[in-house]
């Protein structure tokens, strides 16, 4: 019986523990998710520059090939 007692007790307790560790891989996750979402709009961001640069300088190329 003592040792049905104990084995219920250390199954409880590691229980609790992997429970919290997944909130705290959950919590981790989330924040990655939240920083990988940013670096996704800046990049758009850029490449929205980029793209109306790259419009600027054919607009001013082809400006010069008709001088």
Do not use: W
């Not at 007692?5 to 705290?24: A, E, N, P, Q, R």
């Not at 924040?31 to 709009?41: G, H, L, P």
């Amino acid at each position: 019986m003592k040792t049905g007692i104990k084995l219920l007790t250390i199954m409880f307790l590691f229980g609790i523990i992997s429970c919290t560790d997944k909130k705290k891989e959950e919590e981790e996750t989330k924040a990655v998710v939240e920083k990988i979402e940013s670096i996704e709009s800046e990049l758009d961001q850029v490449s929205e520059e980029v793209e109306t640069k790259v419009e600027e300088l054919e607009e001013s190329l082809e400006d010069l090939d008709d001088i």
